[in-house]
């Protein structure tokens, strides 16, 4: 029978219908034989734990398909999950609890629903008031998730390990296990006859330990031990302000050089591990206290950390730095600007020059080292210099023609961009205007001059473009009639309006000449066609009735 989502249900439990014994029902026609044989008076049931409906279930054996598992006729099944990972939290609970009796240590095991399922995560509590806990998380968790559920179990427990299944840790939760401990801890289950068993391993960028079965594992006062990696907590990240929080005390506020200091030892062990991080996670790394700072004091202080970068060709640490969905946040390019590496003029451009830098801190700083690729450098317009050498080479197609040669039509002119604007796409003007607001660098003639090449744009973009371009455009009229300088701006800004203006009244004119000349061609063809062809008419051979068409006098009698 085939599940409610459409796969065939291959786990039950045995004996009934709240039983944790579960198994996998062997796909082979010949082991399910053996199977039988061994066990005929076991009984399969889609058990309450599995997330079932609690009825019997019987074993179908095939020879020609897959056996599996099906419920008894007229039955309603709601179950979500029949794979054949669908009871791996019911095999963890078995292992842990034959670990637990190995080892001789009072242990408890809880499965957790925490949404989706009752196979959702499962807990493990060591000791007589349970202060040791180890959390295998099954299901997904979202970063905000996982650090509210952290939060509240850490609270009443000495030690808390979590142990990630399959996809079940999201990039930023990674990357703050990596911080503080140096790795993370994954499970995988293998398949041995009708259970599976769980396997362990430590895992960080660079490397990762052998999976390892749970009884090569240990329970030490310092947590889950799994062989071939230590416990690393990072030394010397947390400031002392906030071990003297901790204690309860009232926090020592730091130097500007103390901050910078723990902030480049944060983004040094980023580019070690080879990860991007947030402004929050360095935060969290290098002290509290630089959570909330403005950006214009962020700014300061990660030129204070690139200092020299610039002149001495070190990688800008600053270009680890991410934001939300990825991107480095704008004012990354006021401290490329700062540190004397040039000013990004778009924010592709700044994102493309971020990831080159940060390939170059990962290949400094990494563990082995490697010789770091070139900076990429930016024009004095904040283009990407690139070498007439990297230009990919032009792709040529030749065609052959019967009859001689094709002649070769003559080369389109390359559009030529305004004074002290670089030539760009349209969907790059939106970024420029707003690097041209938010940075130091051109002045306001620059994005006056930009201006002229957006309205220009306007009538080439798709709708939800120009929108955003029309947005961003008032955005900039705005700062630049803010400007104290902006008196001095009208005038050309005014004189570039008129000529875009006029610019578009003459191609308006030119469309309507054109509409006008095609539509007169038209009438003339169609009024040359009606005067080639004769008129029929309809009274062509017939007798002329009596009276009709004669016009000669009438005879007198005489």
Request: proline share 8%.
């Amino acid at each position: 029978m085939i599940g409610p989502d459409g796969r065939l249900v291959q786990t039950a439990v045995i004996g009934s219908r709240n039983s944790g014994r579960a198994i996998v029902l062997p796909t082979d026609a010949d082991e399910l034989t053996r199977w039988r044989r061994l066990h005929p008076s076991h009984t399969y049931w889609c058990g309450t734990q599995l997330g079932g409906c609690g009825h019997e279930l019987s074993d179908r054996l095939y020879r020609d398909k897959v056996c599996h598992f099906a419920h008894r006729p007229h039955t309603s099944c709601h179950r979500t999950a029949t794979g054949t990972a669908s009871a791996d939290h019911l095999f963890v609970k078995d292992d842990l609890a034959a670990w637990a009796g190995r080892n001789r240590f009072k242990g408890k095991v809880t499965s957790r629903d925490l949404g989706s399922g009752p196979g959702d995560a499962v807990d493990f509590r060591v000791g007589a008031a349970r202060q040791q806990h180890v959390r295998f998380q099954f299901r997904g968790l979202a970063h905000a998730e996982w650090q509210r559920a952290r939060r509240k179990l850490s609270g009443d427990s000495a030690t808390l390990d979590w142990v990630f299944g399959p996809g079940a840790a999201q990039p930023e939760t990674m990357e703050e296990l990596y911080d503080e401990y140096g790795y993370l801890l994954r499970f995988r289950f293998e398949t041995h006859g009708v259970v599976r068993r769980i396997r362990l391993r430590a895992e960080d960028p660079r490397r990762s330990t052998d999976w390892v079965p749970l009884g090569a594992c240990a329970m030490t006062p310092e947590g889950l031990r799994i062989p071939g990696v230590e416990p690393r907590r990072r030394s010397g990240t947390r400031s002392s302000a906030e071990a003297a929080a901790g204690r309860g005390a009232a926090p020592v506020p730091r130097s500007r050089g103390e901050q910078a200091l723990a902030l480049e030892e944060a983004l040094v062990s980023a580019a070690r591990f080879r990860t991007r991080p947030t402004w929050e996670a360095l935060a969290r790394t290098a002290g509290s206290d630089l959570l909330g700072l403005p950006v214009r004091d962020r700014v300061g202080l990660l030129a204070l950390v690139d200092r020299g970068s610039g002149s001495e060709g070190r990688p800008l640490l600053s270009a680890l730095i991410r934001g939300g969905e990825g991107d480095p946040p704008p004012y990354v390019g006021d401290v490329v600007a700062a540190v004397g590496c040039g000013v990004p003029a778009t924010a592709s451009v700044l994102k493309r020059w971020c990831q080159r830098e940060a390939d170059r801190a990962s290949a400094v700083y990494g563990m082995p080292s490697r010789t770091a690729p070139p900076r990429l450098p930016l024009t004095e317009d904040g283009r990407l210099a690139v070498p007439q050498s990297a230009e990919p080479a032009q792709h040529r197609t030749i065609v052959h023609v019967e009859g001689g040669p094709v002649r070769r039509s003559a080369a389109r002119p390359k559009p030529e961009g305004l004074p002290g604007v670089p030539l760009l796409r349209d969907t790059e003007i939106r970024h420029a205007l707003r690097s041209a607001r938010q940075r130091r660098g051109p002045g306001p003639g620059h994005a006056a001059a930009l201006m002229a090449r957006a309205e220009e744009a306007l009538t080439r973009l798709p709708e939800p473009q120009r929108t955003q371009l029309v947005a961003e455009m008032a955005s900039t009229r705005r700062w630049l009639d803010g400007r104290p300088d902006a008196s001095a701006q009208q005038p050309e800004r005014s004189r570039r309006k008129k000529a875009a203006h006029a610019r578009k009244v003459a191609n308006a004119r030119k469309t309507a000449n054109a509409r006008k000349t095609a539509a007169s061609k038209q009438t003339a063809r169609v009024q040359k066609t009606r005067q080639g062809k004769k008129a029929k008419d309809p009274l062509q051979g017939a007798r002329p009735l009596p009276g009709v068409g004669d016009d000669r006098p009438e005879k007198r009698t005489r």
